[in-house]
C-alpha cells in the first residue's frame, strides 16, 4: 500500500490546497491593496437566506443547459460528463461538501472581497463587477465556453453581493450551488441516460 494516497480523496486534497490557497492569496493580496476580504462579511439570517435561494437561479440554468445543450454547450457538457463526474464520482456527501464550502470561500473571498471590491473602490461598481467576472471566468478556463459560462455566473454572484454587502451571500449562493450541482451530476439516475431526456 505504502504512503499513496486513495484515489478517491485526491479530489477533496486537491480542493484544500487550491481553494484554500486561494484564500491565503486573498489575504495577502488584499493586504496589499488595502481590501481585506473579510472585512465585508457578517452574521445575518436574512442574508443567509438570500444566499440559498440566490443559489436556485443558478441551479435551474445549470439543470436546463444539462437537459438541452445546444451548440457549443454540448461540448461543456460533455467535458461535465467525462472529466468532472469521474474526478468526483468516489467522492462522499461530506467531502462533496467540503469541496463545495472551501471553493465558496476561497473563491468569493478573492474574486468579490478582494478584486470586485477593490476594483469598485477605484473605478465604480460597473466596472469593478465586470473586470473581476472576466477574471473569474479566466481562472475557470477549461474551454473558452465553460471561461464565458463561468464570467456570467461570477457576475451573478458578485450582484448577489452588491444587494447585500455582506460576503456571506455569495459564498453561501457559491457553495450550495457547487454542493446540490456536483450531487446531482454524481448521484441523479437522470445525469446517467445519454441524452437526458426522459
Given at each position: 500500500?505504502?504512503?499513496?494516497?486513495?484515489?478517491?480523496?485526491?479530489?477533496?486534497l486537491?480542493?484544500?490546497?487550491?481553494?484554500?490557497?486561494?484564500?491565503?492569496?486573498?489575504?495577502?493580496?488584499?493586504?496589499?491593496?488595502?481590501?481585506p476580504?473579510?472585512?465585508?462579511?457578517?452574521?445575518?439570517?436574512a442574508?443567509?437566506l438570500?444566499?440559498?435561494?440566490?443559489?436556485?437561479?443558478?441551479?435551474?440554468?445549470?439543470?436546463?443547459?444539462?437537459?438541452?445543450?445546444?451548440?457549443?454547450?454540448?461540448?461543456?457538457?460533455?467535458?461535465?460528463m467525462?472529466?468532472?463526474?469521474?474526478?468526483?464520482?468516489?467522492?462522499?456527501?461530506?467531502?462533496?461538501?467540503?469541496?463545495?464550502?472551501?471553493?465558496?470561500?476561497?473563491?468569493?473571498?478573492?474574486?468579490?472581497?478582494v478584486?470586485?471590491?477593490?476594483?469598485?473602490?477605484?473605478?465604480?461598481?460597473?466596472?469593478?463587477?465586470?473586470?473581476?467576472?472576466?477574471?473569474?471566468?479566466?481562472a475557470?478556463?477549461?474551454?473558452?465556453?465553460?471561461?464565458?459560462?463561468?464570467?456570467?455566473?461570477?457576475?451573478?454572484?458578485?450582484?448577489?453581493?452588491?444587494?447585500?454587502?455582506?460576503?456571506?451571500t455569495?459564498?453561501?449562493t457559491?457553495?450550495?450551488?457547487?454542493?446540490?450541482?456536483?450531487?446531482w451530476?454524481?448521484?441523479?439516475?437522470?445525469?446517467?441516460?445519454?441524452?437526458?431526456?426522459?
Open positions: 500500500m505504502g504512503n499513496e494516497t486513495p484515489r478517491g480523496h485526491q479530489p477533496v486537491l480542493g484544500i490546497l487550491v481553494e484554500g490557497g486561494l484564500a491565503g492569496v486573498a489575504l495577502l493580496l488584499g493586504k496589499l491593496v488595502s481590501q476580504p473579510l472585512a465585508s462579511i457578517y452574521w445575518d439570517k442574508d443567509l438570500v444566499g440559498i435561494v440566490s443559489a436556485l437561479p443558478m441551479l435551474g440554468a445549470f439543470w436546463f443547459f444539462l437537459r438541452w445543450p445546444v451548440g457549443s454547450l454540448v461540448e461543456l457538457r460533455r467535458f461535465l467525462e472529466f468532472v463526474r469521474p474526478l468526483f464520482g468516489r467522492c462522499t456527501l461530506l467531502e462533496l461538501s467540503v469541496i463545495s464550502l472551501l471553493a465558496g470561500v476561497g473563491e468569493e473571498m478573492l474574486f468579490r472581497g478584486l470586485q471590491g477593490a476594483l469598485s473602490r477605484w473605478f465604480g461598481p460597473v466596472v469593478g463587477l465586470a473586470v473581476a467576472s472576466i477574471f473569474f471566468g479566466l475557470h478556463f477549461m474551454s473558452p465556453t465553460y471561461a464565458v459560462v463561468a464570467s456570467l455566473m461570477g457576475a451573478y454572484l458578485g450582484g448577489v453581493w452588491q444587494s447585500t454587502d455582506n460576503l456571506l455569495p459564498i453561501v457559491h457553495a450550495v450551488y457547487d454542493f446540490l450541482a456536483l450531487y451530476l454524481l448521484k441523479s439516475e437522470e445525469a446517467d441516460r445519454s441524452g437526458f431526456h426522459q
